[in-house]
């Protein structure tokens, strides 16, 4: 799930309209910066796997992507934010936190419960439904996408961009097709 995370922070917004847009979508995306991070620095690996969905295995993610470390991870970014206020920081929190919820639902069990445990979480669409959850996921973009629209012409705070907002993450999705994929 990639463009899900960005339309959770699309939502986001609608729930919370004064965090900063740019802070909701770093907050969706900040375990995945942390994991691209620590596996340059060698803390977390991943491999490819050429014809098995997703295309790649996450080998170990701990750091920045189990339920302990995620939480971690949101205060921290949420703390960033207090001067905001407490809503703010709470939203910008959220968005990270967000991160481990929507990947629990695509990942297989590598979603540890905290760095090397042994329990793993994750209910695997990904593998169980190899092309079935790109639709899964499109379901979710276009109901947020549908809530930040809505909210947007409500407040009448984003400056008329909801739609291209939704559009580009829309886009991303669908350049993200199981279909497109070299992986396949």
């Known amino acids: 799930m990639y463009a899900g995370h960005f339309a959770a922070a699309l939502a986001l917004k609608t729930a919370q309209p004064r965090a900063p847009t740019w802070a ?5 995306g900040f375990l995945d910066v942390l994991f691209g991070i620590f596996v340059l620095l060698g803390f977390e690996r991943a491999s490819l796997t050429p014809g098995r969905s997703p295309g790649f295995s996450l080998d170990f993610i701990d750091w920045s992507h189990s339920f ?3 939480i971690f991870w949101a205060v921290l970014f949420g703390l960033l934010f207090l001067r905001r206020g407490r809503a703010v920081a709470f939203a910008a929190g959220i968005a990270v936190f967000s991160h ?3 990947d629990f639902v695509m990942h297989p069990p590598d979603l540890a419960l905290w760095p090397h445990a042994h329990s793993h979480l994750g209910l ?3 593998v169980r439904w190899p092309h079935g959850w790109w639709w899964f996921e499109l379901v979710f973009i276009v109901v947020c996408g549908a809530v930040y629209f809505v909210g947007s012409r409500r407040d009448r705070t984003y400056g008329g961009r909801a739609l291209a907002a939704c559009g580009v993450v829309l886009l991303l999705h669908v350049a993200n097709s199981p279909w497109a994929s070299p992986a396949r």
Do not use: M, Y
């Open 100 to 102: 481990f919820v929507l």
């Open 124 to 126: 695997g669409l990904w």
């Open 68 to 70: 302990a470390a995620s």
């Open 24 to 28: 909701l979508l770093l907050g969706v």
